[in-house]
């Protein structure tokens, strides 16, 4: 069987396991082994991979293979990764790890939360190694649906509305989506839906681009939070449980962007030449909007929704460069972003489960009171202001001398706004830092409350070595995103 | 001899007026009389179509007598429903059943 | 000399060991740690000082700039990348030996001022964190390294002014310290960013092909970079974070808020000297301007001031526009021909590290001492401390510019430089010199003459601090006494030759002139106990002592923008717009699919008849379609 395949096996495996498990301590034990699995193999497969292209290998896909599973229509079920996809697994099997550590005192339901769960890491693995456009929606369809029932059953506050309204818009992206895949499988004449087939066919003509590249950009776009279909983002994140949150913003936001370059750039190219102007307006806004827009929050989830709509807007404002240095950096700040929000939802996660708000002014000194856990936040804060040795400055550092090489004065000024993120930003995470950390506690009943366990302490050190880890050495990983790039831009540029 | 018009307007007749009772009459078996006028109708169009015009054939015949028999059994059916509202609702006025809705 | 990367290795390695162990160590053994590593920095760097100045000059003539280090970090495309690595350079090697000399000081000093406060360890931690970053910062081999060293020590900077994280306005101070140089720092960046594409690299040096393509937006990119410095540096308009930075511990405010980080604005541009040399004279000169001008405001401002420790940061804002001022008013790389200011630049920075810290950890023994950071709460404590006494007497001549002190030469050679460059400017920069002297003297009065407070004296009697603080007076008390004939020409200079300093004593006798004006001027007012002649004034300009109290009100003008414009005008309406309008879209798109759902669901009323009406309807107009169709 094709290593591949494996991502999308051990969840059902898990879920196999989840099903006869009777008891919490047998649930745990399934989804920690399964989780660890996950990132083994992830692991052995960035190993597996690097080894490979040293060993020159120069095909754009690695360990395909697959099957048709539909005939009349060619439906196959193809898998195969470049450097993109293989960062996107580390990166979804990091969170699915920590995500199950900190759900770990989650007991209403807890078998069937964590089944839902693996469903939808099913269907976030499925995707990036998908290969077939069709098999990419359908495990694109299979990872939201999940989240309808995780969030309006397990979620707290107005969960009914923000699950309907997220999957309502979601679907609503999807349903677009789905035309655009059709859309592009008659008219480029292909024999399978394959990417890489329809790539190298390169014959959609250029009116018909022009017709599905909006609509495959912004379908894939709701999910990458583009301005304006952003808004079901904050009130799908304040609403969901914790490692819902997490897997939600820190993966399936990314399939957002994932899908905008891999399917809308790639396989539209000249389309998307033409209209990327539109977009990088869209998303250059995106970025100043939900920047601003964090800065007047009082709940810890909005904050942290706005601030992943700015971060999530430059990963498709760089995409949209279509230059090779940017690109790299929106993987870069896709791995980033994905890595310090659910870092933010799991210490927000955290804070709520004691506190019982998530309300600014309602929280104050909380650094004498639960230390371990408000450092932990610092940490995550200086991370989404692009501190040097923590993973946000690399990816933006990148995106933005990226973009600013699109030597035009349209390009520099988008770049230039783009970039007054960072101080939007800085005032915003330290706004909140300054409120909710220091100062004096003024809720006697905070007082009391503890500092972290071990399991929650375990997915935060997780997350936050990735993140330094991401920020201090990100040589490796961004020569193996960017010689996958190349190609893809040059295609996107041909 | 009787031109074909004159049987064309005479069902024509009938459907219309099986159409008017159907939409006007109260009562659930005097609709029920006015669709089978309007069914007549129709058998009345395919005898005469079959025999002025394709005179060496038989299939308006038998689809006539096919209608005929259908709609006895569609007559039995319909019965039956009516005698069971009767039963329900001790009444058959058509205003009375708008239960049939969303 | 490949061991200079434990220069940086070090300390990152204590910063590490520090931040992960935290209370687990007790906090001498933490403090202990702290102070040997920098101990080891400081002697590391003094050795590389010595054998880079040892080893001599090539044969051009200058010291051989040395890279023992570098390593691709970071790769862009089209040619660019991020290097980390280690330059030395005669500057270079300079801020090394500042910035690890002052660093051990305060490190020293730390033992006694933090001690018993909550959080010891993680003071030394984020010292050592802020030691790496900025001796990073210096030895930056490209302009991007230096950025993200600069980021780094914003953040050590923000960190350690919010040390007291319970005290509302340490909170606020580092916010707002960290927000207004980050806000500078995006002026850098996009310095960078063109810089970086017109010139294909990040380089300090780059091609001469590079640049000749790069002319035109040259000006533009280093004119961008030096709003970054002016933000780090404390440059009018960008100043107000830095009289609230006072809110930290002293011995940080005299690390990083007089000695070390504040000067990075003075170090990027001397860094990039060469380049706004050749190519955009005329930004230099703007930058003279601003400095000159943050130089005349922030000494007007200086005089006024109650607390001990704003004085201080005026005080220290004012130098460093001397500094930029001397920078500015070059006008070319050779130093007989004009260039001499940069010379001058540097060796004040110099010596104003070495006495402004002094002056800031001697601060800091009063304040140890009296519990306040107010004049009020001082006066006549001369014999209360006579060590810290003598001591901050010696920082406040030297910076005063009395000879034979450090503060004296380097001065000299600033308004030296100044009046080469235009008369007005060298006038103006002799009576902020005298400006200096003043304020200077004011504050010594205030605190160790004067009128006594004896009320709280008696309550609580003012004590000399203990042997770890008072060792770093001494010593750099000392440095200050000899620094000033260090040949200081002969290590750094424009052109990299060797310069002999020869005093102008036209220049000289006109600043010492009226710097003894000053000191007198401030001793009559203020060397006795009843101040009425101060006071008198004070009543007299009531208006413009209140303005220059409050700072000319430049602070509520930021308070102005940042809450009543950026927050009210433009957040809240985006997160207003946010809610009402684009979610209000999508939830009026449900609502209307509910309410015509609603309207569609009439239609199906359950009555036969009326359905068989639809019906008919339908099938004539089918007919009819049909008909016109045929």
């Known amino acids: 069987m094709n290593i591949l395949s494996l991502f999308p096996a051990i969840p059902l495996l898990m879920m196999l396991g989840l099903w006869i498990s009777k008891n919490l301590k047998q649930i745990h034990a399934v989804m920690v082994t ?42 196959r079920y193809d898998v195969g990764v470049d450097g993109i996809s293989v960062a996107m697994l580390l990166l979804s099997s990091v969170i699915v ?26 269907g976030v693995f499925g995707f990036f190694i998908s290969l077939d456009l069709f098999t990419m929606f359908m495990f694109y369809e299979v990872a939201l649906i999940p989240m309808y029932l995780l969030i309006g059953v397990w979620g707290t506050g107005r969960k009914e ?32 839906m394959n990417i890489i087939e329809i790539a190298s066919l390169h014959n959609i003509p250029l009116p018909l681009q022009k017709v599905w590249f909006p609509i495959v950009f912004i379908g894939f776009g709701v999910l990458g939070a583009l301005f304006p279909f952003h808004t079901w983002s904050p009130d799908g994140h304040a609403s969901a449980p914790t490692a819902v949150s997490m897997l939600h913003a820190g993966v399936l936001m990314k399939l957002g962007g994932y899908g905008c370059f891999r399917v809308a750039m790639f396989l539209l190219p000249d389309a998307a030449q033409e209209l990327s102007w539109i977009f990088i307006i869209l998303t250059a806004v995106s970025v100043v909007y939900g920047a601003f827009s964090a800065c007047v929050q009082t709940d810890l989830k909005y904050i942290n929704a706005y601030s992943s709509v700015s971060h999530c807007g430059l990963v498709l404002f760089a995409i949209l460069m279509m230059n090779t240095t940017a690109t790299t950096g929106a993987v870069l700040q896709m791995l980033s972003h994905g890595l310090m929000t659910a870092l933010f939802f799991a210490l927000i996660g955290m804070i709520y489960g004691r506190t019982h708000t998530r309300d600014i002014r309602e929280l104050s000194g909380l650094m004498r009171i639960m230390p371990f856990l408000s450092v932990c936040y610092v940490i995550a804060g200086l991370a989404n202001l692009g501190l040097p040795g923590l993973s946000g400055f690399v990816a933006e550092m990148t995106i933005f001398n990226g973009a600013f090489m699109e030597n035009d004065t349209f390009h520099r000024v988008v770049t230039v706004i783009a970039c007054t993120s960072i101080v939007i930003t800085a005032v915003y995470i330290l706004r909140l830092i300054g409120k909710i950390l220091y100062g004096t506690c003024t809720n006697p009943e905070h007082l009391k409350l503890t500092d972290a366990t071990w399991d929650e302490r375990l997915a935060v050190i997780v997350l936050i070595v990735c993140i330094a880890g991401l920020g201090l050495a990100p040589m490796w990983i961004s020569g193996m995103i960017s010689d996958s790039v190349v190609p893809m831009i040059s295609h996107i540029l041909n | 001899m009787v031109h074909m018009e004159y049987y064309l307007i005479v069902s024509t007749i009938m459907m219309f007026v099986g159409i008017y009772g159907f939409f006007t009459r109260r009562n659930l078996l005097a609709m029920l009389i006015s669709v089978e006028l309007i069914l007549n109708s129709v058998d009345i169009n395919f005898a005469v179509f079959n025999r002025f015009l394709f005179p060496e054939q038989l299939e308006g015949f038998f689809f006539s007598l096919f209608a005929i028999g259908i709609s006895a059994a569609e007559t039995a059916v319909a019965i039956a429903i009516i005698i069971n509202i009767y039963r329900n609702m001790k009444n058959i006025q058509v205003k009375n059943l708008d239960k049939m809705k969303w | 000399m490949e061991y200079t990367i434990l220069i940086l290795a070090l300390p990152f390695l204590s910063f590490i060991l520090l931040g992960l162990l935290g209370t687990k160590l007790r906090p001498g053994v933490a403090g202990g740690i702290g102070t040997i590593v920098t101990a080891a920095v400081a002697l590391l760097s003094w050795w590389t000082a010595f054998s880079y100045f040892g080893a001599g000059r ?36 300079m801020m090394l030996i500042v910035i690890s ?33 900025m001796l990073g910062l210096v030895v930056a081999t490209n302009i991007f390294q230096m950025y993200i060293f600069w980021e780094l020590v914003g953040v050590s900077s923000y960190l350690l002014i919010g040390f007291y994280y319970t005290k509302k306005e340490a909170v606020a101070a580092s916010k707002k310290a960290f927000i207004v140089t980050r806000f500078a720092d995006l002026g850098f960046l996009i310095g960078i960013l063109i810089y970086g594409f017109y010139t294909g690299s990040f380089s300090f040096t780059p091609d001469a092909p590079a640049i000749g393509a790069a002319k035109a937006l040259l000006p533009l990119a280093l004119g961008l970079m030096f709003i970054g410095g002016a933000g780090k540096s404390a440059m009018f308009p960008l100043h107000i974070w830095l009289p609230d930075a006072m809110e930290g511990p002293t011995p940080v405010s005299a690390l990083i808020h007089a000695a070390t980080m504040v000067v990075a604005g003075v170090y990027l541009v001397a860094r990039m000297f060469p380049l706004f040399i050749d190519y955009a004279p005329g930004v230099l000169h703007v930058t003279a301007y601003v400095g000159a001008f943050t130089a005349l405001y922030a000494a007007v401002v200086a005089c006024v001031q109650s607390d001990i ?10 130098q460093i526009g001397f500094m930029i001022v001397a920078l500015g008013v070059c006008t070319s790389a050779d130093p007989h021909e004009g260039g001499l200011g940069y010379m001058a630049s540097m060796f004040h920075l110099f010596t104003h590290a070495m006495f402004k810290a002094l002056l800031f950890l001697g601060a800091g023994c009063i304040i140890h001492a009296v519990h306040s950071n107010e004049m009020s709460a001082m006066g006549g404590l001369r014999k209360y401390m006579p060590l810290t006494h003598i001591t901050f007497l010696v920082a406040c001549l030297s910076i005063a510019g009395i000879w034979p002190l450090s503060g004296f030469f380097s001065k000299d050679e600033i308004l030296a430089a100044c009046f080469r460059f235009s008369p007005a400017m060298g006038v103006l920069m002799t009576f902020i010199a005298g400006l200096t002297a003043f304020y200077m003297f004011r504050l010594y009065y205030s605190i160790f003459w004067g009128k006594e407070n004896k009320a709280l004296h008696q309550e609580h009697r003012p004590h000399e601090a203990p042997l770890s603080m008072t060792i770093p007076l001494i010593f750099l008390a000392a440095v200050t006494l000899v620094a000033g004939w260090i040949p200081f020409g002969h290590f750094v200079s424009s052109d990299g030759m060797a310069y002999d300093i020869h005093i102008d004593w036209t220049v000289a006798s006109v600043s ?13 007012m203020y060397l006795r106990e009843d101040r009425t002649v101060a006071d008198g004034l004070a009543a007299r300009f009531s208006g413009l002592h209140r303005a220059a109290y409050h700072r000319f009100y430049i602070d509520e003008v930021y308070q102005f923008i940042t809450h009543r414009i950026i927050f009210a005008c433009i957040s809240a309406p985006v997160a207003w717009f946010d809610r009402h309008v684009v979610d209000g879209f999508m939830n009026m798109l449900a609502a209307v699919t509910e309410k015509v759902s609603w309207g569609i669901r009439k239609m199906q009323s359950g009555y036969v008849q009326r359905y068989a009406i639809w019906f008919l309807g339908g099938a004539l107009g089918l007919v009819i379609v049909l008909l016109l169709a045929i």
């Open chain 1, 34 to 75: 399964g989780a660890s699995a996950l990132l083994a193999l992830s692991v052995a497969l960035v190993v597996l991979y690097l080894g490979m292209r040293a060993d020159g290998q120069i095909a754009a896909m690695l360990f395909t293979g697959g099957f048709t599973w539909y005939a009349p229509l060619n439906i």
């Open chain 1, 97 to 122: 790890f920590t995500g199950t550590f900190a759900s770990w005192k989650m007991t209403d339901g807890a078998k069937e939360f964590f089944m839902w769960f693996c469903l939808l890491s099913i």
């Open chain 1, 161 to 192: 509305y923000s699950a309907m309204k997220l999957t309502l818009m979601l679907m609503g992206g999807s349903a677009l989506i789905l035309i655009g895949i059709l859309g592009i499988y008659f008219g480029s004449g292909a024999t399978t």
């Open chain 3, 58 to 93: 090539d044969g051009s003539g200058v010291f051989q700039t040395l890279i023992p280090w570098n390593t691709v970090w970071l790769p862009f495309g089209g040619g660019l990348h991020i290097d980390l690595g280690i330059m030395l350079d005669p500057i270079s090697v």
């Open chain 3, 101 to 133: 000399t002052v660093s051990l000081m305060v490190h020293i000093y730390s033992f006694g001022y933090m001690k018993g406060e909550r959080g010891f360890q993680r003071y030394y931690s984020f010292l050592s964190l802020f030691t790496m970053s």
């Open chain 3, 309 to 318: 420790k704003r004085v201080l940061a005026f005080s220290t804002i004012s």
């Open chain 3, 512 to 524: 010492l002139g009226v710097a003894a004006a000053g000191i007198l001027l401030a001793t009559w």
